[in-house]
Structure formats: structure tokens, C-alpha cells
């Protein structure tokens, strides 16, 4: 298996490989482990083919669609960033110039001020922060909607069906 570094030893990643069993709600055959087998390589892959066959071969009772299906985990996955509500203003405002003085040159900047004017929340970095907020509350919100409807594994009610007589 390649598994040699070939970046800087203090910077690279490392991810786990492995080979488990897919579906959740059966059982491996004969009792056999979920989790098949696992090894831990330097990321990104320089032949990622040849690595999962390399997997595969290890492994001469398992063939690929047998129900084994091979898995990645990586504890080093960075979090998403998110812009300052004041670079989100700067970057709308930005964008909206643009669009603006390449469509109508001449009247550019009258029509950038009757856009400020029209939306002019749209490109306050204080009523950007408000709205995040209120999108953080929503989420919340539709999360724990969520995790009681499969709690209680509740099903939104369809529409009682109506006979429909052939006209």
C-alpha cells in the first residue's frame, strides 16, 4: 500500500480508511465485525486507485457489492468560515457597482443610489447581523422540530385521498 509522505512531515494530514459494512439496520453475515479493516493514510492520496485496491487485495473474501463499502474519516476537516457581516455589506455593495456601471455607465451612480435607497437593510452590516441571528434561532428551532418528529416518529398527515368516479 502507498503510504509514504510526500509533503512535509509537520504539515500533513493523515485519514482513515476503512472498510465497513453499509447498511446500518442489518448485520454483517456470519457474525462477521463491521468494521472489516482500517488503515490510516497520508491525505490527499498520490494514487488513490491504486490505494483502495491495494484495500481490496487485503481482503480476498470480500469483493466490492458484497455489502462492505469502504469509508473515510478525517478528524482534521476545518470548520466552515463564515464572512464578517461587514464584509458581506462591502462585498453586496461591491457586486451591486459593478453589475450597475457595466450595464448603465452613464447613469451609474443614480442608479446605485436609488438601489441603496431600496433595500437599504440589504447592505447594513447591522441588519446583516440581526438576520443571521434570527437564521440561527430558525435553525435551532427547525432542529429540535426535527429530532421530535423522529423522536416520536411522527409523520406529517397526507391528504385523505377522494374517490374520484370517472366522469
Known amino acids: 500500500m502507498t503510504t509514504s509522505a510526500f509533503l512535509d512531515p509537520k504539515t500533513q494530514e493523515y485519514v482513515i480508511l476503512s472498510i465497513s459494512w453499509l447498511n446500518e439496520y442489518t448485520s454483517p453475515p456470519d457474525g462477521a465485525p463491521r468494521i472489516l479493516a482500517g488503515f490510516c493514510v497520508p491525505w490527499p492520496l498520490r494514487d488513490p486507485d491504486d490505494t483502495i485496491q491495494d484495500m481490496w487485495a487485503l481482503l480476498p473474501d470480500v469483493d466490492p457489492g458484497c455489502g462492505y463499502v469502504l469509508t ?15 464584509r458581506m455589506a462591502s462585498n453586496r455593495l461591491r457586486l451591486m457597482k459593478a453589475r450597475i456601471r457595466k450595464k448603465d455607465p ?11 435607497a431600496s433595500k437599504p437593510d440589504y447592505y447594513d452590516p447591522a441588519a446583516i447581523t440581526k438576520e443571521i441571528e434570527e437564521r440561527k ?3 435551532k428551532q427547525w432542529e429540535k422540530d426535527a429530532l421530535e418528529s423522529w423522536v416520536t416518529n411522527t409523520q406529517p398527515q397526507k391528504p385523505k385521498e377522494e374517490n374520484h368516479a370517472a366522469i
Do not use: C
Request: charge should be positive; proline fraction near 7%.
Open 137 to 139: 434561532v430558525w435553525h
Open 72 to 86: 473515510f474519516y478525517s478528524d482534521t476537516i476545518k470548520p466552515r468560515k463564515h464572512w464578517t457581516p461587514e
Open 106 to 116: 452613464l447613469f451609474a451612480d443614480q442608479f446605485i443610489k436609488k438601489q441603496i
